[in-house]
């Protein structure tokens, strides 16, 4: 009974690695290694359940009954937008396409990916409501709906190392401890200062402004 959100480009791998590998060891080794080898991988095993999986009154209890633990990890809104960019856009994944296009409407250009600087895909993101985001860079307390989804725990990634003992009372599983499985780190965390200049600074705080004032974290500044 307890639900775990995910938040992407905020430990999502970790968490999915740790805890899949809990719910797995269920299933078997085998099952344990084939979830924490690709956490990400929704089709070839994953142990979690969806919301569209459960009925309108399960979901409802899911979501606001104290009978559920509820909790999430968050991140730095400047640092998780960074990591999204340079993951997402600078490698020109999927994700990129509706940037790129968005770019090629207002510019009459069609731009590579690679070719598409933070200042341009933080214009064009700005534009957009939470809902026509990516979830790479979805405006967090809409992701996880806070002020509607009473969560018991959000977590804030940087502070993920010393919680652990939080979620292992919340996920009544005691000893638990991290797994660490996610290959994909963009170390954005520490290339702040490679990319962000004070204007981006100021964009990205006016983006996330929400964010900023109910996940507990400093505005941004160089």
């Known amino acids: 009974h307890y639900v775990y959100v995910e938040v992407p480009k905020a430990g999502c791998g970790t968490m999915k690695a740790t805890l899949g590998g809990m719910e797995a060891a269920r299933m078997g080794p085998a099952m344990v290694e084939r979830v924490q080898a690709a956490p990400h991988n929704r089709l070839a095993a994953t142990p979690f359940v969806k919301p569209f999986q459960l009925g309108p009154d399960l ?57 598409i600087s933070l200042s341009q895909f933080l214009g064009v993101i700005a534009s957009m409501l939470s809902r026509e985001q990516d979830p790479h860079w979805r405006r967090q307390a809409d992701h996880l709906g806070l002020g509607h989804v009473p969560y018991d725990a959000v977590v804030h990634l940087e502070d993920l190392d010393a919680s652990w003992g939080l979620i292992a009372q919340l996920t009544s599983t005691p000893g ?22 004070p204007e981006l600074l100021a964009t990205v705080a006016d983006i996330y402004a929400r964010d900023y004032e109910v996940l507990g974290y400093p505005i941004p500044v160089q």
Do not use: H
Not at 63 to 78: E, G, Q
Not at 176 to 197: H, I, P, V, W
């Open 59 to 115: 979901l409802e209890q899911v979501l606001a009954s104290p009978d559920y633990r509820r909790f999430t990890v968050v991140r730095d809104p400047a640092s998780r937008v960074l990591s999204g960019f340079i993951e997402k856009i600078g490698q020109g994944l999927k994700q990129s396409g509706p940037i790129v296009d968005a770019l090629a409407a207002s510019t009459g250009q069609r731009i590579a990916p690679a070719d």
């Open 176 to 197: 638990l401890q991290e797994q660490f499985f996610c290959k994909n780190s963009t170390g954005a965390s520490a290339r702040m200062q490679d990319y962000f200049t």
